[in-house]
Nanobody, 121 residues
């Protein structure tokens, strides 16, 4: 079994910053692609940022230049640094990981429980 536990959400004023963390634990052999997604009320879940095991990154156009995704492979953790936050960034943020588990050796897709980010004055 693998668990993804997110932290770092909260209420912030427009222009402020937050840093989200997502730690994976369990029977992990390795982790391939990791990413952050978000879902606003009444909308579909959309990708925010992705990072490969080698560190290559990809961002949604709406967050380019403001958000930075990073990972610590030794800690099985992915981060999302969010700067210059806007009200339209308000959503539940979910982390996702493609995890190769040990027994049997196979890759599975896992999601965190979500963390609320609210940008409001």
């Amino acid at each position: 079994q693998v668990q993804l536990v997110e932290s770092g959400g909260g209420l912030v004023q427009p222009g402020g910053s937050l840093r989200l963390s997502c730690a994976a634990s369990g029977s992990i052999f390795s982790i391939n692609l990791m990413g952050w997604y978000r879902q606003a009320p009444g909308k579909q879940r959309d990708v925010v940022a992705l990072i490969s095991s080698g560190g290559s990154t990809n961002y949604a156009d709406s967050v380019k230049g403001r958000f930075t995704i990073s990972r610590d492979n030794a800690k099985n953790t992915v981060y999302l640094q969010m700067n210059s936050l806007k009200p339209e960034d308000t959503a539940v943020y979910y982390c996702n990981a493609g995890v190769v588990v040990t027994t049997p050796l196979s890759e599975h897709d896992y999601w965190g429980q979500g963390t609320q980010v609210t940008v409001s004055s």
